[in-house]
């Protein structure tokens, strides 16, 4: 039954805190929440930028992932949290360790403390903390870490996620419009397995809701397909009926170049992007997947139509 996604209420009304609920997957995960006429709370910085969707079942909360008491009051009187929040480039107060990690475990901890019955913690395909990267080591060490506060937590991995406003997708098809040499990641046979970010919020969503009789603890969601970079690009060239010539970059120049992107206000290439695709980035088929919560991942093609067509 939906209830009112009030603050006050006790842990066992029917209300999921969104951290990170304005995101680009946060915002997705909310929608399709408030489409299962779930209470919802979308929980941020900036609470009210961008968002263009509003319910009665909604509530936007101003909090900090950083500041302990401020999480404490939104996760109370929640049935389920889910940490969407994210940082791809370090700034000062700000390193993948502190939010990753340690505010990671601190919402997972506040939840538990709260009564909170279900953590879902977004992390992603590669997470390792044994990883030479400072990013994806973050991202593994803040699955363990998250598992101490709270043991029952559900880890959601998704691979490099695609959709309307996306930082991956949007950037190739722009490149390919824009450039008769489009420059590749290396020699472009890193393996990638791109996935709808619609198809990822609908399974935390089926998962947060209680619409799945599964009790995994860590899921892996990827696209319908695994391409080498190379053929990646190609495809998406040939659906928008381009043929680049494709050349090869080698990685260091990548990293200077996202060093320097870095300093950009809305940085439009990072270090850890080019870390992320130094490796395969593709499900391993050890954990269940957007199959086992019955949805069928959305192709390739329609994603770029849903793009290129908003253009
Ligand atoms: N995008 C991908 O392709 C991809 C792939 C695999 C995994 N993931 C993971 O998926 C998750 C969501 O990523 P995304 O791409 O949706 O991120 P995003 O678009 O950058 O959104 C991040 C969200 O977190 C909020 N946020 C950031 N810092 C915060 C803080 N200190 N306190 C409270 N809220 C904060 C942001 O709002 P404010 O700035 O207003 O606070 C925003 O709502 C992350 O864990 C990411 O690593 C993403």
Same mark, same amino acid.
């Given at each position: ?73 939104? =996760? ?24 990753? =990690? ?49 043991? +029952? ?124 695709? +130094? ?23 329609? =994603? ?8």
């Amino acid at each position: 039954m939906a209830s009112d996604p009030e603050r006050n209420g006790s842990p066992t009304e029917n209300i999921v805190t969104v951290f990170g609920g304005t995101g680009f997957l946060g915002q997705r995960i909310v929608s399709r929440l408030l489409d299962k006429k779930m209470g919802v709370r979308a929980v941020s910085r900036h609470p009210g930028r961008d968002q263009p969707r509003a319910s009665p079942q909604l509530k936007r909360i101003e909090a900090n992932i950083l500041d302990r008491p401020s999480i404490a009051a939104a =996760v109370s009187g929640s049935r389920v949290v889910v940490n969407a929040v994210s940082l791809y480039v370090e700034r000062a107060g700000q390193s993948f360790e502190r939010v990753h =990690v340690e505010a990671a475990a601190d919402l997972a901890a506040a939840s538990r403390e709260a009564g909170v019955e279900k953590f879902i913690q977004i992390s992603g395909i590669g997470s390792d903390a044994r990883s030479s990267s400072a990013y994806i080591r973050a991202r593994g060490r803040g699955e363990e870490a998250v598992k101490v506060a709270f043991p +029952q937590a559900t880890v959601v991995r998704p691979a490099v996620m695609t959709g309307p406003d996306d930082t991956f997708l949007t950037a190739i098809i722009r490149l390919l419009r824009l450039l008769p040499v489009y420059p590749l990641f290396g020699n472009g046979d890193v393996r990638l397995q791109p996935v709808y970010a619609g198809d990822v919020a609908e399974a935390v969503a089926r998962l947060a809701s209680g619409q799945s009789d599964t009790d995994a603890h860590v899921f892996e969601f990827a696209g319908p397909h695994v391409y080498a970079y190379k053929d990646l690009v190609r495809e998406i060239a040939g659906l928008l009926q381009i043929r680049p010539t494709l050349m090869p970059v080698p990685y260091p120049i990548w990293t200077l170049l996202a060093t320097a992107a870095e300093w950009l206000p809305a940085a439009p290439l990072t270090r850890n992007q080019v870390e992320l695709m +130094q490796d395969d980035n593709i499900a391993s088929g050890n954990f269940p997947g957007l199959k086992d919560l019955s949805i069928e991942p959305r192709e390739l093609d329609a =994603v770029v139509r849903m793009i290129d067509g908003s253009r």
